[in-house]
């Protein structure tokens, strides 16, 4: 049976290092300690326990006074012995944990817990706790369902998605064997892993079921099955939405099967490259012929006075360039200062319209932002509770006093996402035209095909 390690990441999604867990089960629970190093971690050697524990009743995994410790609000059911750590050297204190339903609830507390499947490995990493878990791959795939597929969609689209996450949860994109796991289960870094549904777990299991082992391929290769919620009627070519991920280079090598392609169901009415006249005609009709038109997600707008702008995009700004990872994106003037906000143009689009590069014209020179995720968050505003744009496919129209100054910022957006690969609405709305699961795959992953693993 494969098994899917997934790194079990804080409520924020910001880190998968945790003070501590919370752990409850209806059955027993066995717990056994090991010592072993990176390489056993990474391979999953565990070898001989130097303890093993049967305990019930709920109970938490922490980092107890420089100890890796699980107990309850009555007694410690166990900790590593000192006289034990002070010895190990480069090995790594570890707890494995079984419950014996194979159910476990597991969360920072008792009222955030979700029920999950599998063992749960808990490494101590410094003063806090790293949680993974061993989970089946095929209920690994139902729980990745869960978290990113309503349950009433149209079965042949949540077949989509099963396949999907099979080949994301087999070959992500993020290599995270330094953190000895496969994946993790946030959407940010991999794909959501949300546990399992009790309730609406049927067509989740029949869609995992029906699709068992299968994964996308190109020339007998598994691919990168990248996806987001909403194309706004055209997907975008992966080099125009990500940088590569070991080197951050932008735009990276372009991979062929990740290529845009319209959502068109009329005979060719939206254009196979859309440029900011189209995206308007696209906004603005009643009924555009796609396949995600039907979903909420295909458009949205929102209006931002200058004040709002000039209070919170400075600030937004000096945030992105304290990101490593980000500053590459963000290219300042001479004088390094984010002045009073001009105005805003666009400087490039990929084929689905989405900006890749935004210029925004201040008082103290120009700013340039690359890449749709940095654009997106750009737009950040906590108090009206906005974390980022739904997508950066949109337009906008720059309202203006008789002096000619920016007082507001209408922006029309298509989609949600970054647009790559499959699209979840788009993918049900195919569905509902009577396209199975392996037409809408072929539709989004260009020349891949079917294979079992």
Same mark, same amino acid.
């Given at each position: 049976?494969?098994?899917?390690?997934?790194?079990?990441?804080?409520?924020?999604?910001?880190?998968?290092?945790?003070?501590?867990?919370? %752990?409850?089960?209806?059955?027993?629970?066995?717990?056994? @300690?090991?010592?072993?190093?990176?390489?056993?971690?990474?391979?999953?050697?565990? $070898?001989?326990?130097?303890?093993?524990?049967?305990?019930? $009743?709920?109970?938490?995994?922490?980092?107890?006074?420089?100890?890796?410790?699980?107990?309850?609000?009555?007694?410690?059911?166990?900790?590593?012995?000192?006289?034990?750590?002070?010895?190990?050297?480069? +090995?790594?204190?570890?707890? #494995?944990?079984?419950?014996?339903?194979?159910?476990?609830?597991?969360?920072?507390?008792? @009222?955030?817990?979700?029920?999950?499947?599998?063992? &749960?490995?808990?490494?101590?990493?410094?003063?806090?706790?790293?949680?993974?878990?061993?989970?089946?791959?095929?209920?690994?795939?139902?729980?990745?369902?869960?978290?990113?597929?309503?349950?009433?969609?149209?079965?042949?689209?949540?077949?989509?998605?099963?396949?999907?996450?099979?080949?994301?949860? /087999?070959?992500?994109?993020?290599?995270?064997?330094?953190?000895?796991?496969?994946?993790?289960?946030?959407?940010?870094?991999?794909?959501?892993?949300?546990? &399992?549904?009790?309730?609406?777990?049927?067509?989740?299991?029949?869609?995992?079921?029906?699709?068992?082992?299968?994964v996308l391929v190109y020339k007998?290769?598994?691919? +990168?099955? +990248?996806?987001?919620?909403? =194309?706004?009627?055209?997907?975008?070519?992966?080099?125009?939405?990500?940088?590569?991920?070991?080197?951050?280079?932008?735009?990276?090598?372009?991979?062929?099967?990740?290529?845009?392609?319209?959502?068109?169901? @009329?005979?060719?009415q939206i254009k196979q490259v859309?440029?900011?006249?189209?995206?308007?005609? %696209?906004?603005?009709?009643?009924?555009?012929?796609?396949?995600? @038109?039907? =979903?909420?997600?295909? !458009?949205?707008?929102?209006?931002?006075?200058?004040?709002? #702008?000039?209070?919170?995009?400075?600030?937004?700004?000096?945030?992105? #360039?304290?990101?490593?990872?980000?500053?590459?994106?963000?290219?300042?003037?001479?004088?390094?200062?984010?002045?009073?906000?001009?105005?805003?143009?666009?400087?490039? !689009?990929?084929?689905?319209?989405?900006?890749?590069?935004?210029?925004?014209?201040?008082?103290?020179?120009?700013?340039?932002?690359?890449?749709? /995720?940095?654009?997106?968050? #750009?737009?950040?505003?906590?108090?009206?509770?906005?974390? !980022?744009?739904?997508?950066?496919?949109?337009?906008?129209?720059?309202?203006?006093?008789?002096?000619?100054? %920016?007082?507001?910022?209408?922006?029309?957006? &298509?989609?949600?996402?970054?647009?790559?690969?499959?699209?979840?609405?788009?993918?049900?709305?195919?569905?509902? %035209?009577?396209?199975?699961?392996?037409?809408? /795959?072929?539709?989004?992953?260009?020349?891949?095909?079917?294979?079992?693993?």
């Amino acid at each position: 049976m494969k098994i899917i390690r997934v790194a079990l990441a804080t409520s924020d999604l910001h880190s998968l290092l945790h003070k501590s867990i919370y %752990l409850s089960s209806n059955k027993d629970l066995s717990l056994k @300690a090991f010592l072993l190093s990176k390489k056993q971690l990474q391979d999953g050697s565990f $070898g001989k326990p130097i303890a093993s524990k049967s305990f019930s $009743g709920p109970c938490v995994a922490e980092m107890k006074n420089d100890v890796l410790t699980i107990g309850s609000d009555i007694n410690d059911i166990f900790s590593f012995p000192r006289s034990v750590l002070q010895n190990t050297g480069t +090995l790594l204190p570890v707890f #494995l944990i079984k419950a014996e339903s194979d159910k476990i609830f597991i969360g920072e507390h008792a @009222a955030s817990s979700k029920l999950y499947s599998g063992e &749960l490995m808990i490494i101590a990493n410094d003063k806090k706790i790293r949680p993974i878990l061993y989970c089946p791959l095929e209920l690994y795939v139902q729980s990745v369902l869960h978290g990113e597929m309503p349950a009433d969609y149209h079965i042949e689209a949540i077949k989509c998605q099963a396949v999907c996450a099979r080949n994301y949860g /087999l070959y992500p994109r993020v290599d995270h064997s330094s953190d000895s796991c496969d994946v993790c289960d946030s959407y940010q870094c991999c794909q959501c892993f949300a546990g &399992l549904s009790e309730e609406a777990n049927s067509s989740y299991k029949v869609a995992s079921q029906a699709t068992s082992g299968e994964v996308l391929v190109y020339k007998n290769e598994p691919v +990168l099955a +990248l996806f987001s919620s909403c =194309g706004g009627g055209h997907t975008e070519n992966y080099e125009d939405c990500f940088s590569d991920w070991k080197t951050n280079q932008f735009p990276p090598t372009p991979i062929p099967y990740l290529r845009g392609v319209s959502e068109d169901i @009329a005979n060719k009415q939206i254009k196979q490259v859309i440029d900011e006249k189209d995206l308007k005609i %696209l906004w603005n009709m009643t009924k555009p012929p796609t396949a995600d @038109a039907w =979903g909420r997600q295909f !458009r949205w707008s929102i209006s931002l006075s200058n004040r709002e #702008l000039e209070s919170q995009i400075h600030n937004n700004v000096m945030s992105l #360039l304290n990101q490593k990872d980000v500053t590459p994106f963000v290219v300042s003037p001479s004088s390094g200062v984010f002045g009073e906000i001009l105005s805003l143009e666009v400087l490039k !689009r990929g084929v689905g319209g989405t900006i890749i590069t935004l210029k925004i014209s201040t008082s103290k020179g120009d700013w340039k932002f690359t890449k749709e /995720l940095v654009i997106r968050n #750009l737009f950040q505003m906590p108090n009206i509770q906005l974390t !980022r744009l739904k997508s950066a496919k949109f337009y906008f129209d720059q309202i203006r006093d008789k002096h000619d100054q %920016l007082i507001k910022l209408n922006i029309y957006g &298509l989609g949600w996402g970054h647009g790559v690969g499959l699209q979840q609405v788009g993918a049900e709305g195919f569905a509902r %035209l009577g396209k199975n699961y392996t037409q809408i /795959l072929a539709h989004y992953y260009t020349e891949t095909s079917i294979a079992k693993i």
